[in-house]
């Protein structure tokens, strides 16, 4: 069975620490490791990662994937208390579905 | 503007009646997706749709039911069967084959009453 792990669960850090956010999974045919930012309704989209060892950044986020150990990380420098949200991670097992994972609730305190 | 979107926003449900969530999407997607979220919990597949005029069940696909007539539309049936349908419904779709990332509705919380 496809499985997406997350780690930490939860996560309540001040403004301006790095927080790093764990994503582990076991899929049976993976096409692309998505992650997501949800604070009320419809998560958003930040990063789609196919390659292993490409680091995609986006202002104070950034996310890597390594294929071979199977997980990603996704980082947030300097944080802000507008970061607090859920960050969703999913894989996308060739079209069938996506998988995810249960989130990590980032609180961010100012 | 192209997105997707679900209605109602809310919806409250007596025990024992069948309810159905709209999805509407013009982004021009063959794939769409409809997942539950309970607190504390990440989404999980309830129903997804590949093409038109066919669709797959889910992870947790009992106590629901969906038609895809049209490309555009996904609606979901919570019916009574469903035990615990108190819970956040979300709509997605993606262009298929091509590995892509999903685009969400709004969402729609339901609630029995």
């Known amino acids: 069975e496809d499985k997406v792990v997350q780690s930490p669960l939860s996560l309540v850090v001040h403004e301006g620490d790095t927080v790093t956010l764990n994503c582990s999974y076991e899929v049976t045919n993976f096409r692309s490791l998505l992650w997501y930012k949800q604070e009320k309704k419809a998560p958003t989209f930040l990063f789609m990662l196919?390659?292993?060892?490409i680091e995609k950044k986006s202002g104070r986020l950034s996310s890597i994937l390594d294929k071979k150990e199977l997980f990603s990380i996704l980082n947030i420098t300097a944080t802000q208390t507008g970061d607090s949200a859920i960050y969703l991670c999913?894989?996308?097992?060739?079209?069938?579905?996506?998988?995810f994972g249960p989130g990590t609730r980032l609180s961010v305190l100012p | 503007d192209g997105g997707i979107t679900q209605s109602p926003k809310y919806l409250f449900r007596k025990e024992g009646q069948n309810v159905t969530l709209s999805c509407e999407q013009n982004l021009n997607h063959d794939a769409m997706y409809w997942y539950r979220q309970d607190p504390g919990q990440g989404l999980r597949l309830i129903y997804y749709s590949q093409i038109v005029n066919d669709f797959q069940k889910g992870d947790i696909a009992e106590g629901y039911s969906v038609s895809r007539e049209k490309k555009e539309s996904f609606p979901l049936t919570v019916t009574s069967a469903q035990k615990n349908p108190t819970a956040f419904y979300l709509c997605a779709s993606t262009v298929s084959g091509v590995g892509a990332e999903a685009f969400f509705g709004q969402g729609t919380r339901l609630t029995v009453v």
């Open positions: 999913a894989v996308d097992n060739y079209g069938q579905n996506f998988v």
């Open positions: 196919t390659s292993s060892g």
